[in-house]
C-alpha cells in the first residue's frame, strides 16, 4: 500500500460550510452572497429551506463524518499526518485553520476540496479563499491543492452503484424503461462559458457529461438495459433576468412525463454528500414535482463516505506527493477527458468580477 506522503505533514480538508442552528441562517447566506448579487427575494427563499430543516444544513455533519473516515483510512496505511477541517462560509472558517495548524508547526498542507469540477464556483473561487486565508496568516503552511477529481474512479464508481440501487427501488414495471437524469448545481451561463483552461472552455458541463456518459455505460453493462440519460441543472439563484444553466431539473420532469418517460432516478452528480441543494432542491422540490406528475422516482445516493471515496482522497494526496518529488505517478481516470493537471493554467476559470489573488495555479507557488 502506497503511504509515502513526502514532501506534506498535513491534509486540509476545504468544505463550502453550512448554518448548524436557526440563528446562523441569514449571516451565513451573507456570508455566500457577499459581492454576488443575489436578489433579497432569493435569498429570503433559501433562507426558508434551511428552516425547513430546523435551521440546520447537514453538511458539516457529513465533513466531520468523512474526517472520521479519513483518519481511519490514513491509519489503516500507516499515514501518520494530522487532517485539518476549513470552510469557504462558516465555521470552522479556513483562516482559523490555518492559524491552528500554524501554531501547530505544520509546514506544506495538501488541499482536498468537496467539489469535484472545475468552474469558477467549484475551483478558482476556492484557491482565491486560500489566498485571502493565507495573507492573514502570518507564517501560513504552503498549501497544495489535489486536482479537481470528476472523473476519479473513487468519485465515479460509487455513483455507478448509487444508480443501480436506486434503479432496485423503482417499481418492477418500470424500471426498464426509467430515464437517468443526472442534475447538477446551476452556475450562471458566462460562467460556464469560461469553465476550464483557455483551450478548453465550457468544461464545466464536458465534465458532467463526461461523468454521466461513463456512469450509464457501467449502468447498461450492471442491468443489461439502456436507460436514457440526460444533464439537468439544480439550484439556479442570481437575477431572473441573467442566464444560467437551463434546464431546471423541474422543468425537465414535466417534458419527461409529458413524453410518456415511465420512471426516472435522480442522480445528484454534481455533490460528494447529501447537503441542502440535495435534500431541499432535490428530496423535497423534485420529488415533489414527480409525485405531482404521476412519475415513479427514486433519488440516488451521493458518495459520502463510500470507502472507495475515501480511498480516493488518500490516493490523490500519494499521488500528488509522488509528483511534487520528481516522479510521474498514475493518475487513474475513467471516461473520455485527461486528468486535470495539479496546478490550474493561467486563465483558468476566471473570476469573471475582476482578477483576485489566488493559489494553486502555475506560478502561484511559494
Ligand atoms: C457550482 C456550485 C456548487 C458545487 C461545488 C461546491 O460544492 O462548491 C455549489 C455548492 C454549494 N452551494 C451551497 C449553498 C449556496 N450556494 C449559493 C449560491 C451559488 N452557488 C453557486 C454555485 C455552486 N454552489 C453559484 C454560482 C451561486 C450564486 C452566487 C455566486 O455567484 O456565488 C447560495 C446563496 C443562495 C442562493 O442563491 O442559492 C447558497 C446558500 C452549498 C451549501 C449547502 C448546504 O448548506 O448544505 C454548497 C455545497
Ligand atoms: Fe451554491
Keep these: ?7 506534506f505533514d498535513a491534509l486540509l480538508l476545504l468544505s463550502f460550510g453550512g448554518p448548524e442552528q436557526p440563528d446562523d441562517v441569514v449571516p451565513f447566506l451573507e456570508n455566500v452572497t457577499r459581492g454576488r448579487g443575489i436578489p433579497r427575494e432569493r435569498l429570503a427563499q433559501v433562507g426558508e429551506h434551511y428552516f425547513l430543516f430546523g435551521g440546520r444544513s447537514p453538511i458539516n455533519d457529513q465533513n466531520r463524518e468523512l474526517l472520521a473516515a479519513l483518519r481511519a483510512s490514513f491509519d489503516e496505511a500507516g499515514i501518520e499526518l494530522p487532517i485539518y477541517w476549513g470552510n469557504r462560509n462558516w465555521d470552522p472558517y479556513l483562516a482559523d485553520t490555518l492559524r491552528e495548524m500554524t501554531a501547530d508547526g505544520v509546514q506544506r498542507a495538501a488541499v482536498f476540496t468537496t467539489s469535484a469540477y472545475s468552474s469558477y464556483s467549484s475551483c478558482r473561487q476556492y484557491r482565491e479563499n486560500l489566498a485571502d486565508a493565507v495573507a492573514q496568516v502570518p507564517g501560513a503552511p504552503r498549501l497544495d491543492k489535489l486536482r479537481p477529481y470528476f472523473n476519479h474512479p473513487g468519485f ?8 443501480v440501487r436506486a434503479l432496485d427501488e423503482l417499481p418492477q ?52 438495459h439502456a436507460h436514457r440519460h440526460d444533464l439537468v441543472y439544480c439550484s439556479r439563484s442570481g437575477a431572473p433576468s441573467t442566464p444560467w444553466l437551463e434546464p431546471d431539473v423541474n422543468d425537465h420532469l414535466e417534458e419527461l412525463a409529458t413524453d410518456g418517460v415511465p420512471a426516472v432516478v435522480l442522480i445528484p452528480v454534481g455533490f460528494v454528500s447529501d447537503h441542502m441543494e440535495v435534500i431541499y432542491d432535490l428530496d423535497t422540490e423534485a420529488l415533489a414535482t414527480a409525485q405531482r406528475l404521476g412519475l415513479p422516482a427514486a ?19 500519494v499521488e500528488r506527493a509522488a509528483a511534487e518529488r520528481g516522479e510521474m505517478p498514475p493518475r487513474p481516470t475513467l471516461g473520455g477527458l485527461p486528468p486535470r493537471p495539479d496546478r490550474c493554467p493561467a486563465g483558468c476559470c476566471p473570476n469573471l468580477r475582476g482578477e483576485r489573488p489566488a493559489l494553486c495555479g502555475v506560478g502561484d507557488e511559494v
Design 299 to 317: 433519488r440516488a445516493a451521493t458518495s459520502g463516505t463510500d470507502p472507495r471515496f475515501v480511498t480516493m482522497v488518500r490516493d490523490l494526496l
Design 173 to 224: 414495471q418500470v424500471r426498464h424503461g426509467a430515464h437517468l437524469v443526472f442534475v447538477t448545481h446551476s452556475v450562471p451561463e458566462d460562467m460556464a462559458a469560461t469553465s476550464g483552461p483557455p483551450d478548453a472552455r465550457r468544461a464545466y458541463e464536458a465534465q458532467h457529461r463526461d461523468v454521466a456518459d461513463v456512469v450509464a455505460g457501467r449502468v447498461r453493462a450492471l442491468t443489461g
Design 156 to 163: 465515479v464508481e460509487p455513483v455507478v452503484d448509487a444508480v
Design 1 to 7: 500500500m502506497a503511504s509515502d506522503v513526502t514532501p
